[in-house]
């Protein structure tokens, strides 16, 4: 009687393994390029906290919307830049524009923070991709779509 003795695997079984393997891999770096894009886009919103409080506070003072940085009582675009944000400047009607590094991101790099006076004298807050170079909707976190 012949013995069978074992060989391992072949090379359509290793090709195989390898195919499936990269797929997954593709799979996982994308999910994680996007999961990367929300968190600078998260911290963007973080650093937008005191400019928010800026136009609230011209808001309630002054009983309209601040046009600009100096008018909202903060500080200049330039004073929150980061390595993943360029500049957060208030705009006309008290919007307060996000602007991101392109580095990070590409030309698309604009998020908009826009307030809206609710009947009771309270500004409402939401969150758009900015008309012109706005970033992909899909980074905008759920809480802040409106």
């Not at 006076?117 to 969150?127: F, R, V």
Request: proline fraction near 5%; aromatic fraction near 6%; include cysteine.
């Amino acid at each position: 009687m012949q013995q069978r003795r074992e060989r391992g695997f072949t090379i359509v079984e290793l090709m195989a393994v390898v195919a499936i393997v990269s797929i997954l891999a593709v799979i996982a770096m994308a999910a994680y390029s996007d999961y990367a894009a929300r968190a600078q886009v998260s911290e963007g919103i973080g650093l937008a906290t005191e400019v928010k409080q800026g136009v609230m506070q011209a808001f309630y003072i002054e009983g309209s919307l601040p046009n600009n940085n100096a008018a909202a009582g903060i500080g200049t675009p330039d004073t929150y830049q980061t390595d993943i944000v360029n500049s957060i400047g208030v705009g006309t009607s008290g919007v307060i524009t996000i602007h991101y590094n392109t580095t990070l991101m590409t030309t698309n790099n604009k998020l908009q923070l826009i307030p809206t006076p609710d009947p009771n004298g309270n500004l409402q807050w939401t969150c758009k991709p900015a008309t012109t170079n706005g970033i992909k909707l899909t980074y905008v976190p759920p809480a802040c779509r409106g």
